[in-house]
């Protein structure tokens, strides 16, 4: 049976709307899917209705930025209580922390002489305000001043990312985090499964940080992810048969990329995941 636990929409940094996503998981022969937007259930209830018409099966899902002390890592929640109104405070929290860091990362820019409606840029977005859709606008009203910085007519979206928001400025963009104890302690009023996301995206999840995880109450890790190279998957395997967790995938699905300098247009085009590939993946999806 194919699924995929880790997709986005509008409402995050995709680039499509809840209902268009579902569309396309119906034209994929996907069976169970879930709506994975970034610190955000607002597409949760669109997503769900469009996946019925389908007799698509929907897993109520989130993709949230936490801390582990130093450390920054990604989790998915699923099976939760979306309507749960903590959740829904801690969730509003991390958004009004990016809006702030948002506004004083682009007026910096504004004052060094690019053209940017602040307004306009924040005010897209009333949840989650995504980096990628932060970029857009910014190479969109610059398109000629970066060219001729960078020196060559295509520069990419990570270049712009780096060059402009994490390198030149002493405030930095970037994502709002949780405290990863206070997920797991709402996780006693909520309800669901956390799984460790992409956990080998940059480098391999160490073998004590995910001890550290378990004990908390870790419920799995996303073993196939378009992000996991076959070394990675075999690691992570090997991990969740030691720790007892669950194994999870996805395909981290955000747009198809229009761009001719794109031959593979999304990791839809070369990614795909069956249910039977996975450990103990029925206590989530059944």
């Avoid at 986005?8 to 396309?24: E, K």
Wanted: charged content about 25%; proline content about 2%; glycine content about 4%.
């Amino acid at each position: 049976m194919l699924i995929d636990l880790q997709l986005h929409s509008i409402n995050s940094d995709g680039y499509l709307d809840p209902t268009q996503v579902a569309g396309l998981c119906n034209d994929r022969g996907l069976k169970v899917v879930s709506l994975t937007d970034h610190n955000t259930v607002s597409g949760q209830e669109e997503f769900k209705r469009a996946c019925k018409q389908f007799g698509i099966k929907t897993i109520p899902g989130m993709e949230l930025y936490v801390t582990l002390k130093n450390r920054h890592l990604n989790l998915l929640w699923y099976n939760f209580d979306i309507d749960h109104p903590e959740l829904h405070k801690i969730l509003r929290e991390t958004q009004n922390r990016r809006k702030s860091n948002a506004r004083r990362v682009l007026q910096k820019l504004a004052n060094k002489g690019y053209v940017m409606d602040i307004n306009a840029v924040l005010d897209q977005h009333n949840h989650y305000l995504p980096i990628n859709h932060i970029v857009d606008s910014f190479a969109r009203l610059n398109k000629e001043k970066i060219k001729k910085e960078f020196g060559r007519k295509y520069v990419t979206s990570t270049e712009i990312i780096r060059h402009y928001f994490r390198s030149q400025n002493k405030v930095k963009l970037h994502e709002s985090y949780i405290n990863i104890e206070r997920v797991f302690k709402l996780r006693k009023k909520v309800g669901g499964q956390l799984i460790l996301c992409h956990p080998c995206r940059f480098h391999r999840i160490e073998r004590d940080v995910l001890e550290k995880l378990t004990k908390m109450g870790l419920d799995g890790i996303e073993t196939l992810s378009p992000h996991h190279s076959w070394n990675a998957i075999s690691y992570l395997q090997a991990l969740a048969e030691q720790y007892k967790l669950i194994m999870t995938g996805g395909s981290d699905f955000h747009l198809f990329e229009k761009d001719e300098y794109f031959k593979i247009r999304s990791s839809w085009d070369y990614f795909t995941i069956d249910s039977k590939m996975l450990k103990d993946i029925s206590k989530i999806i059944t």
